[in-house]
């Protein structure tokens, strides 16, 4: 059974910080690619950061310099620290994996800015 459970959103001022968790089960954690997609309403699903088999770690350039990717492998989590919020980055957070050519999502985390 494939689950992911994302955690950590909520309200903050422009300018402030939040840190998204996404738990995936164990049995496909080290074996899949992980992403972070965001969805704000009316506007299409937007990919935000790339966790790479090979450790690799690649940001959309909308968030590049500001969010940072990391992933603890003994919790099978991964994080998504976000600095420098803006308004724009307002959206609800989705962790994915995709497991013979299956998307599977988390049920996501709002994220709201305040300007």
């Known amino acids: 059974q494939v689950q992911l459970v994302e955690s950590g959103g909520g309200l903050v001022q422009a300018g402030g910080s939040l840190r998204l968790s996404c738990v995936v089960s164990?049995?496909?954690?080290?074996?899949?690619?992980i992403r972070w997609y965001r969805q704000a309403p009316g506007k299409e699903r937007e990919w935000v950061v790339v966790?790479?088999?090979?450790?690799?770690?690649h940001y959309g350039e909308s968030v590049r310099g500001r969010f940072i990717g990391s992933r603890d492998n003994t919790k099978n989590t991964v994080f998504l620290q976000m600095n420098s919020l803006k308004p724009d980055d307002t959206a609800i957070y989705y962790c994915?994996?995709?497991?013979?050519?299956?998307?599977?999502w988390g049920q996501g985390s709002q994220v709201t800015v305040s300007s």
């Open positions: 164990e049995s496909v954690f080290s074996v899949n690619v």
């Open positions: 994915n994996i995709v497991l013979r050519g299956i998307d599977y």
């Open positions: 966790f790479t088999n090979d450790g690799g770690i």
